[in-house]
């Protein structure tokens, strides 16, 4: 008969049992991860939280839950770059960027345009077509240069000048006829977000 002291009757203790993976209650999920109780029991009920049921109630394996999950991708602002030497239209475009929730930075002429299209993409460009520094469809042809397939909307007070007429050359275009309104220019950002997005 086994002594008492023998290995048989001793468990090894250098080997432990594994721990069990802790299991919530819905109600301490809740107050853990700061989600409404009702919107636990619907992931739950939609596979969306690993849980399993004890003795008829829901229990959730916290250690297989990430939170995280549950979130939404957070969808990249859309970034539009204003050519304009008018600090009254960059305030004005400033405000109708806000409305759609774009960002918009402001380059004055054309080396700045093109520094900042190649220091960071864009995803629409609005050229005012009279700028000090260069002509409008000098502007429209680099920029069509260092970006080929990026839509460029131009802003002008004369429909009908020579600028534009040498712009159109290169096929359709969208034309920002001034004076501006807040809600025209948005519409217009807007329009163009829909159509990358």
Same mark, same amino acid.
């Given at each position: 008969?086994?002594?008492?002291?023998?290995?048989?009757?001793?468990?090894?203790?250098?080997?432990?049992?594994?721990?069990?993976?802790?299991?919530?209650?819905?109600?301490?999920?809740?107050?853990?991860?700061?989600?409404?109780?009702?919107?636990?029991?619907?992931?739950?009920?939609?596979?969306?939280?690993?849980?399993?049921?004890?003795?008829?109630?829901?229990?959730?394996?916290?250690?297989?839950?990430?939170?995280?999950?549950?979130?939404?991708?957070?969808?990249?602002?859309?970034?539009?770059?204003?050519?304009?030497?008018?600090?009254?239209?960059?305030?004005?475009?400033?405000?109708?960027?806000?409305?759609?929730?774009?960002?918009?930075?402001?380059?004055?002429?054309?080396?700045?345009?093109?520094?900042?299209?190649?220091? /960071?993409?864009?995803?629409?460009?609005?050229?005012?077509?009279?700028?000090?520094?260069? @002509?409008?469809? $000098? !502007?429209? *042809?680099? %920029?069509?240069?260092?970006?080929?397939?990026?839509?460029?909307?131009?802003?002008?007070?004369?429909?009908?000048?020579?600028?534009?007429? /040498?712009?159109?050359?290169?096929?359709?275009?969208?034309?920002?006829?001034?004076?501006? @309104?807040?809600? $025209? !220019?948005? *519409?217009? %950002?807007?329009?163009?977000?829909?159509?990358?997005?």
């Amino acid at each position: 008969m086994p002594s008492p002291s023998s290995p048989h009757n001793k468990r090894n203790s250098t080997s432990k049992d594994p721990e069990p993976s802790p299991l919530l209650t819905p109600k301490e999920a809740s107050a853990t991860y700061r989600i409404p109780l009702p919107t636990i029991y619907y992931l739950i009920k939609n596979g969306k939280i690993p849980a399993l049921r004890v003795s008829g109630r829901w229990r959730i394996r916290a250690e297989e839950f990430d939170p995280q999950s549950l979130k939404a991708p957070r969808s990249r602002k859309r970034r539009i770059l204003l050519v304009d030497d008018d600090p009254g239209v960059q305030g004005l475009f400033r405000l109708a960027a806000q409305q759609v929730n774009c960002s918009l930075a402001v380059a004055r002429g054309m080396k700045e345009a093109i520094k900042r299209l190649k220091d /960071r993409r864009c995803d629409l460009v609005l050229l005012d077509l009279y700028l000090h520094e260069s @002509r409008g469809d $000098q !502007v429209y *042809e680099k %920029i069509l240069e260092t970006d080929s397939g990026l839509p460029i909307v131009v802003i002008t007070g004369y429909p009908g000048s020579e600028v534009l007429h /040498r712009i159109l050359q290169h096929g359709p275009v969208t034309v920002l006829s001034k004076p501006l @309104r807040v809600e $025209q !220019v948005a *519409e217009t %950002i807007r329009t163009f977000a829909r159509r990358k997005g």
